[in-house]
């Protein structure tokens, strides 16, 4: 039959083809996030070049999160120990925002216009950005239930001053210099 039949160079006879499914590798992140309480209609990976990126981090994940009322930038990275972490973090507010300012540990200071809050412990740093507002409380709670305790959190609302809390077992208490 094979004399009869023209065969193939690319496909030989009895040679399986396998088949790629095309999934949504967004569906387990944002599913993760829905589970958590954090009402996500769609996600987005981002590739945009941040400060943090600089730093050697072990992984590290950045999210565009879009709710009914909300944009959100979550971004996070994950160091091998808590002075990488450190060093990482210090640079990063030695020249943060759009016009690169100073910001001392402690400082109260308006960074930008949106509300962020950065959450820091041994190994890792999130920094989260929204364009209306930011339930601290809540994002704290589920992304310490994942990574663990934090050690320091640090929250701006709308067109405010940051606010610096760290974590004495596991209790947030406001950031005194």
């Known amino acids: 039959m094979s004399d009869v039949m023209g065969s193939s160079e690319r496909y030989k006879e009895g040679s399986h083809v396998a088949v790629e499914s ?15 309480g954090i009402p996500v209609t769609s996600l987005q990976f981002r ?7 600089r730093f050697g981090e072990k ?9 009914s009322a909300d944009t959100i930038l979550y971004s996070k990275w994950v160091y091998e120990d ?30 930008q216009e949106n509300p962020l809050q950065i959450l820091i412990n041994d190994s890792t740093l999130i920094f989260i950005e ?13 992304l ?8 320091y959190s640090i929250e701006q609302s709308r067109k405010s001053k940051t606010r610096w809390y760290s974590f004495v077992e596991g209790k947030r208490k406001k950031l005194e210099l």
């Not at 590739?47 to 990126?53: A, E, G, Q, V």
């Not at 929204?130 to 589920?142: C, L, R």
């Open 22 to 36: 095309e999934v949504d590798s967004t569906l387990i992140p944002e599913s993760w996030f829905v589970s958590q």
């Open 47 to 53: 590739s945009d070049r941040m400060f943090l990126d």
């Open 59 to 67: 992984s590290k994940d950045k999210y565009r999160l879009i709710t």
């Open 82 to 111: 808590s002075l990488k972490v450190m060093n990482a973090f210090t640079n990063w507010i030695n020249c943060i925002g759009d016009n690169c300012s100073t910001l001392f540990f402690g400082e109260q200071k308006n960074i």
């Open 130 to 142: 929204g364009s209306n507002q930011i339930d601290f409380k809540h994002w704290a709670f589920v």
């Open 144 to 151: 310490g239930n994942l990574e663990g305790s934090w050690n």
